[in-house]
Each structure stands twice: as structure tokens, then as C-alpha cells.
């Protein structure tokens, strides 16, 4: 039996694809201890893990991305972000350590001073992405803008050319102060920004292809999963069930962003069509929205029954949503606001499973358009999630783990 310690950054996003990961850990008799933002604590105890809350100092740091008046300014302000909560996780995850005592440790991508914490711990430990890895590769476009893979000589010169450009954000925002907390802690600075999200001897990947892009230059510790999809354990609602027409799913993030005119127009592109629209808006919740007759918005549903009678699923683009639909065989129309989200849009169109929209287009005519571009797509979209589960899942995720803490040197892993 061994005693594993997650760390999670403060983002429902973040923790809910790790805890079927978790459970099945618990289940194969591990004991699994968790440090995750506050209000979902008692969720996760529930569920019987036996866990705490983050710092109230690493979760004061609000995500204040949506602030930015640009693409660029919103990244600069997400980095600024992490970076900062950095310096608080420090401490906060070395108490948890002395604390828990753990033999090994799954920690958050997002995490970058838990990271460094954890490499200087000398403890087996795995790091886990829930969204599309920011790694540049010889074979995929820079990453952020949500450029189409290169077609030939001049798609290639593109990529040789923006990469520099793509690294730059982060170099000059977070490098520095994040080496400043890696030499204190004694493990090797970075060279490159990038770095931090391959650190460790496992990096558990939540996705696959065809969704991700094929790689050549993938890290030998790089291990592709699926996205294990989660819910928090919750009753359908009673109206489902009399749902006879094609309904449609329109999801907003669970971390606050200007997403919310995706639900007030997707309301007015199906009002009087022959379709059920429901609307989640976990981060802002419903107040002021005129809701039309064949529609129904909340400020949280969960997913899996809704999906299961979908025809076709409207998100901003966060990866957890949009990959939740694609397993279960539903079709993606991607309107990316934002973070990861032109990424994740650009793959849902790539991987035929789906269409894309900008939301500098966004009108309820060509939403109406894209959404039912989008449902005639649906081999595409069982097609990448034949993929997810044939890539394992939480199963090949704790294969993966259990081998780390056994025999943790990289021949064993490779």
C-alpha cells in the first residue's frame, strides 16, 4: 500500500479529472491524501479521500485573466497569476508533505512551486495536465493562437518562425521568479519556460489522439490516458426525461471569464427552433436571463445525463467539458473565449468532431449554423472517443503511477 499526496491549484477544472484517478488508486488499496481549493473539500471527503484545503493564501490569488483587454494581456495576466501563487505553494505543500507523509505524489501542472517542492523532495511523484500540454514540437503549431498543423515548406517556416514568439510570454513574465524559487529549493533553474510542465518522471496526460496532435518529439515521460471524464455525484433533473426533441448543451467555464454572452445567444439562436437548449453557468450563475420556453439554465448541472440524451454540446472551449462530450460520442461546436481555449477549439475542428466559431463572429445566425454543422459531425466525434477509452483511462493512469512508485528510474517508465 502506498500513501500518495495530491496537489491541485484552486480550479474545479483542475480537480474534477483527477478524482476518478484518485478513486481508482483507493480502490486498488492505496491511501490517497488531497490538498484542493476549499469549497470542494467536503465533496471529495465524501467520496472517502481523505482531504484538505489548499493555503487561503494560494487560493486569495484570484485568476483575473478576463480582465485583459487582449489575447495577450489575458495571458500575461493568467502567468502573473500562477507565477504568484508560486511563491505560496512553497510552504504550503512542504507542511503538507511533513504532515502527510507520503510515499509518492501527484501533483497539478499549474502548480509550479509544489512542482519544484515535490523535485527537491527526491519522493517518486507524477505530474498530471488536464488540458492541452503547452510543449513545442517540430510537429504541432506554437501554442496558444489555435493555428492550424502546417501543411508543407511554408507551414513549417510559420511554426519555425512563431516559436520564438510563443515562448517569449512566458520567459519574460514567470521564468525568472520561477527559477528564483527552484535555486532556493536547490533543484536546477529552468532554460526554458516550458520546462515546468515536464518535470516530472511521469506526466499523465489527459487526452489522446486523434484529439491531441501526433507527436515524434514527445518526452519519454509524457503517458496519453484520456481525459477521464468525472462528475460530482448528483440526480439528473426531473425534466430530462420528458426530453423528446435533439437537445443541446451549452456550457460556460467554471473559472470566471467573459463567457456568458455564449448562453444569453445560444438562447436566442434556438428560441422557436425544434430543439431542447439547457445552459450551465457554474461561474456567474443565471440572474437577469430571459429564458424562452424550450430552454433551461442553471448555474450547475452535471454533465454525464445530459450528454447522454445530446445532440450536440456548445462550450467555451475548456478542455474538460469539450473532451467530456467528445467521450461520450457528441459532437463539439467550440466558441473559444480565451486560455486554452483556441487550442482546444482548433482541435475539435482538425479531429472533424465538431466546428469552430470566433467569438469576434458570434451571432445567434451562425451559431444556429455551426451548432447544426457540428451535429451532423457525430462519427467524428465516436470516432476520438473510441479513442479516449481505448486509451485507458483512470486504469492506465494508475498503471502508469503504480509503476512509477515502484521502479521510478526513466528506463523503467520508458
Request: glycine fraction near 8%; include cysteine.
Amino acid at each position: 500500500m502506498t500513501r500518495i499526496l495530491v496537489y491541485t491549484s484552486p480550479a474545479r477544472g483542475h480537480l474534477y479529472p483527477i478524482a476518478p484517478i484518485m478513486l481508482e488508486l483507493q480502490r486498488r488499496g492505496h491511501q490517497v491524501a488531497l490538498r484542493t481549493l476549499a469549497s470542494q473539500v467536503e465533496l471529495m471527503r465524501g467520496l472517502g479521500i481523505d482531504a484538505a484545503p489548499i493555503s487561503e493564501r494560494v487560493e486569495g490569488i484570484e485568476l483575473n485573466d478576463y480582465r485583459g483587454r487582449s489575447q495577450p494581456a489575458k495571458g500575461i495576466r493568467a502567468l502573473t497569476t500562477f507565477a504568484a501563487r508560486a511563491k505560496r505553494e512553497v510552504p504550503d505543500l512542504a507542511a503538507a508533505i511533513e504532515t502527510e507523509r507520503p510515499d509518492a505524489l501527484l501533483i497539478d501542472c499549474m502548480t509550479w512551486g509544489a512542482a519544484s517542492v515535490t523535485e527537491a523532495s527526491g519522493l517518486p511523484w507524477a505530474q498530471f495536465v488536464p488540458y492541452p500540454l503547452p510543449m513545442p514540437s517540430r510537429d504541432a503549431p506554437p501554442f496558444g493562437p489555435g493555428l492550424r498543423p502546417a501543411r508543407g515548406p511554408v507551414g513549417r517556416l510559420r511554426d519555425r518562425a512563431m516559436r520564438p514568439f510563443a515562448a517569449a510570454m512566458f520567459d519574460r513574465t514567470a521564468l525568472e521568479s520561477l527559477n528564483a524559487i527552484r535555486l532556493e529549493l536547490g533543484v536546477p533553474a529552468l532554460l526554458n519556460g516550458s520546462d515546468v510542465f515536464a518535470l516530472a518522471p511521469l506526466v499523465l496526460y489527459l487526452t489522446s489522439e486523434p484529439f491531441e496532435y501526433p507527436r515524434s518529439d514527445w518526452p519519454g515521460a509524457v503517458r496519453m490516458v484520456g481525459p477521464c471524464a468525472w462528475d460530482p455525484p448528483a440526480a439528473p433533473p426531473v425534466w430530462l426525461a420528458q426530453v423528446e426533441r435533439p437537445l443541446v448543451v451549452v456550457s460556460t467555464s467554471s473559472e470566471r471569464q467573459e463567457d456568458r454572452r455564449l448562453v444569453t445567444t445560444a438562447l436566442e439562436a434556438f428560441a422557436g427552433e425544434e430543439v431542447e437548449v439547457v445552459a450551465t453557468l457554474p461561474a456567474d450563475g443565471a440572474q437577469g436571463i430571459e429564458v424562452p420556453s424550450n430552454a433551461h439554465v442553471e448555474r450547475f448541472l452535471a454533465h454525464g445525463p445530459l450528454l447522454a440524451k445530446a445532440a450536440c454540446a456548445i462550450t467555451h472551449g475548456g478542455a474538460g467539458v469539450t473532451q467530456k462530450a467528445l467521450a461520450a460520442g457528441v459532437p463539439v461546436c467550440v466558441v473559444p473565449f480565451g486560455r486554452d481555449q483556441h487550442e482546444v477549439a482548433r482541435r475539435v475542428e482538425v479531429a472533424g468532431a465538431g466546428s469552430r466559431l470566433s467569438v469576434r463572429r458570434l451571432t445567434p445566425a451562425r451559431l444556429r449554423a455551426k451548432a447544426y454543422e457540428a451535429m451532423r459531425m457525430r462519427a467524428g466525434a465516436r470516432r476520438v472517443s473510441d479513442a479516449f477509452a481505448a486509451a485507458g483511462g483512470p486504469a492506465a493512469a494508475a498503471d502508469a503511477f503504480e509503476l512509477l512508485v515502484r521502479d521510478p528510474s526513466p528506463t523503467a517508465l520508458s
